[in-house]
């Protein structure tokens, strides 16, 4: 049985072809519909006329009742050995049509995009029990299905006349002798699916303007249409990838940590005070007094540092206050984060960092080549250019200002090597190293003092010759900074010294408590850094925003879905 | 070279020798001694007199100077190969004690429960650098260094005259020439390591019972001393092995159900609403709203179903705003739950759950036997019974009920089918099936309706014949609940009607957007469980609270550390 993709019931969702294309389909369509149904003539006793009782009424309707020798399968695993057998699939009904009284087209859609086309066909036999009879009732009802409705259908395997374009399983098509449904869409959908998998057309997040965004003639949906619509926004293979990739980079950051050493932990969100600082940080009520959300578990690392451990991570969530209502920004996102002991020298944590990251790089290029490949369909981009092992980039935060004052655009001209670099000009700064080393992935070492935190050890050889750069590095992704870490003081009175230089009141609540704990016991040096996954995902996948990354955005303005 | 364990600096950590034992020893290192001063004698030109020049300097001190040929070492991976030759350990001073002038002996430790001996006494060579002298100072400030401290020392490995029982490493001594200090504990710690490895006198968390119990002649500390004193309460072995077991927990849970198709995702923990109901939940201001802490992903791992995925797991934190005070609660926990589609029988779900928690009981018993003997030394308790293969323990909830009424204590004669156990009652049903059965690990099904939320499907079966059942479950070990899971109902209008059943507007925030995610497109059926791994680990572990279970324990009084 040869057939083109079934069209969708929305026009918006119906694919390019030609008009021509369509015709010669057609005809080839109704041909082979003329050919099986001279062949089901021979079978049944007479079908021209639908009898007054439903022959096949036990084979659709809400009504389950599979046969028992069918086995279930899965589309991923369908193979040679099931052709001309009968199997059981659940799956969503993608799409559905009517060709004619007699037959029916629809794609059936397993998890991501796994999808297979399915067809219905009136024909019927003698036996006693007519358990493969299908009526023209049959063939209407299931016509009639409404697009992401679940149904469970019992059909034989064959090969189509030619592989099926439109569907994942090319090869296979199933000719279904029970169609039951399971759970029903409604007849009008919020967002189709085809909608869902176009590229968002506005991540605008202002309610006021949702009408009037999803009233404009982009082709795709706004981001808030999405978000009102999420179980169809999930369902589309777009947001099926993204979410593959994702599951796949924290399983690499994992595989890859613990096969060194690194020992899993969980640190609290509720904590009594916010040890970086209390600006943009969530407060709540807590009992008698107040408690924190974290913005970072790294009071909570250098702790299990403290407490005995030698390699820790942590994969959790933590949250920022901030109210920025852009596409870089949420108010809960996911930190891929480790520390560990430092045996000689800071660089063993940036080269253990950099290496997880090569490796997360790596591995979806590896593991997720299809999804990759899909997601760059909706969201065109370049692949991901990699350092060669052994030609890593590695800059000191000097070299990299160089670079921008030598061969940087005019208004960079006099940056300075003492003042921290600006969004613009770390984006301007990958373009020159894409160019220069042909990698999208570097390392900037050595920030200035000013730049980093309290907490940053002072290299102490710069200490001696006054230019005062810590033991701290960004690591970048396309001129965007997707990583920060360096080496930790882990003296008391060093990081007390450090505090006060930074102005801030080392008896300060939160700041006292993590002072305190260096003085319980002598700790190591250690040394760490902090991953925000979704801006991962979302720069390796050149998504256009965060929020595309995440499985439930948090903004400023959104607490659902 | 023979010697016992170097006592504590404090009585109260000495190992409990008797007297006769210790005179022994004495006399024994004394021998020994005196061999080794004798040999000493022949290798250096005088070394009765402390020379003017100490020609150790350059061994000892703050100023770390090893030598390059020396390998880094782990404890755990030395070997027969490493005896004779100079190794490099970093690691914490346990003990440490001065024998005499002219010896100090060491307990290092690394992380877990790695220990070694380490030797020190005075010798020196003649050669012009003099390397490897160890001069009475040198010895002297070793056997000063305080107790927690960290250090790196430079040793040649050597066979001990006898194994040294104290220590993990018992076949291998090392003989120190060279002892920097990295970084000084205090003189006087907040709690001794020994003390800290004892078990918990007392677990009330009230902070002004905080001096009293300490005071009391219990052998430990109590749990708030542990807390304040968190660096070594972590640093002590049974913490160190009860978190690896938590380490191994999640470990066997992730990868026993990525095996099985499950894919893991991150609900968010910053909710709009409480679907569970407004008990006992978080809120904050979140800019011109207010948001809720999750108490528990369910409402996202159902939709990660409605949007397509088959199966789902998650581990994250969850939040009880419970006023609570015992040892059974927290108000920040780790929840590890799993969702799944149904494709014939909730009762898929049901082993799948099973299958997950057979599949953690025998793995920690397989992989982590040292930490869990170790754990019972401190926290004695009989060896988990698990079922054999094939004979796992399903009850429903009315054959527990008739359980008890016919074999119970005296005042659960009566309980009823349709009224939920209470905790004493699970306690007794325990106690029961462990002697009937001779298991720990049990399943009660079909809970009554009464029983469970709305979301719990009703036993089709059972509305029929009026006794109302659910397909829902609980899973208990040793006669506490440790799961709670179930099919959920994934009709919106049968949702619907359960929710009004329950008393519950289903318009209320919430609610509706709940049973709005069902209306959006057929949703297929389901259901999943929730395991509270903090409990989980405690009762595997006889541990005699959640607090030590979790790594940084959340009470209604504490948020620190």
Chains 1, 2 share one sequence.
Not at 45 to 65: F, H, I
Not at 108 to 136: C, F, K, M, P, Y
Not at 474 to 496: A, M, T, V
């Amino acid at each position: 049985m040869a057939e083109q993709a079934p069209a969708s019931k929305e026009p918006e969702a119906g694919a390019a072809t030609s008009k021509n294309a369509l015709k010669k389909a057609q005809k080839e369509k109704e041909k082979a519909e003329k050919k099986a149904a001279a062949k089901a003539k021979q079978l049944v006793v007479t079908q021209q006329q639908e009898p007054s009782e439903d022959l096949a009424k036990n084979n659709y309707g809400r009504e389950v009742s599979l046969s028992t020798d069918a086995p279930e399968i899965n589309l991923r695993s369908l193979s040679e050995e099931h052709i001309g057998k009968p199997v059981i699939l659940r799956a969503w009904v993608q799409n559905v049509r009517l060709q004619s009284a007699k037959m029916a087209f629809m794609e059936l859609r397993e998890e991501g995009n796994w999808a297979i086309q399915g067809v219905l066909q009136v024909t019927g036999d003698a036996d006693a029990e007519n358990a493969h009879v299908i009526s023209r009732p049959m063939v209407k009802w299931t016509g009639a299905l409404n697009p992401e409705s679940f149904v469970v259908v019992e059909a034989i395997v064959q090969r189509p006349y030619e592989p099926v374009k439109s569907c994942k399983v090319a090869n296979y098509e199933l000719h279904i002798r029970k169609c039951f449904l399971i759970a029903a869409a409604p007849a009008m959908l919020g967002m189709t699916l085809a909608a869902a998998n176009r590229p968002v057309s506005s991540f605008n997040d202002d309610e006021e303007l949702r009408e009037e965004a999803s009233q404009t003639a982009v082709p795709g949906a706004t981001l808030l249409t999405h978000l009102d619509n999420i179980v169809i926004h999930k369902r589309a293979p777009v947001q099926q990838a993204i979410s593959d990739v994702r599951c796949e980079i924290k399983h690499l950051f994992r595989s890859y940590l613990r096969s060194h050493g690194f020992k899993e932990f969980e640190p609290p969100c509720l904590i009594g005070a916010a040890s970086e600082g209390g600006a943009n940080v969530f407060t709540l009520p807590y009992f008698n007094q107040e408690a924190c959300l974290a913005q970072s578990p790294q009071f909570y690392k250098q702790m299990e540092i403290a407490g005995g451990r030698k390699r820790v991570f942590s994969i959790g969530p933590v949250f920022r206050a901030e109210n920025s209502n852009t596409t870089r920004h949420m108010t809960e996102f996911t930190g891929l984060d480790m520390e560990m002991e430092i045996t000689k020298d800071y660089k063993e944590v940036l080269l253990m960092l950099e290496g997880v990251l090569l490796h997360i790089f790596r591995g979806i290029k590896e593991h997720c080549a299809e999804e990759m490949e899909l997601i760059r369909s909706i969201y065109p981009g370049d692949e991901l250019l990699l350092p060669e092992p052994g030609k890593e980039v590695r800059l000191t935060f000097a070299e990299g200002q160089q670079l921008l004052r030598s061969e940087g655009p005019e208004e960079y001209r006099n940056v300075r090597d003492d003042e921290d670099m600006s969004t613009p000009q770390e984006k301007a700064l990958g373009a020159l190293i894409r160019k220069k080393f042909n990698t999208d992935f570097y390392v900037l070492d050595k920030f200035p003092e000013d730049a980093r935190p309290f907490y940053a050890k002072i290299d102490p050889a710069s200490a001696a010759n006054g230019s005062k750069v810590t033991n701290a590095f960004d690591f970048f992704l396309c001129g965007q900074e997707i990583l920060s870490g360096g080496q930790r003081i882990n003296d008391p009175d060093e990081l007390e010294d450090r505090i006060r230089v930074k102005g801030v009141d080392p008896k300060s609540p939160g700041i006292r408590e993590y002072v305190d704990v260096f003085r319980q016991a002598g700790v190591p040096p250690h040394g760490g850094g902090g991953i925000g996954l979704d801006r991962v995902v979302a720069w390796c996948l050149n998504l256009p925003s965060v929020h595309l990354a995440a499985y439930y955005p948090r903004t400023p303005k959104r607490l659902f879905p």
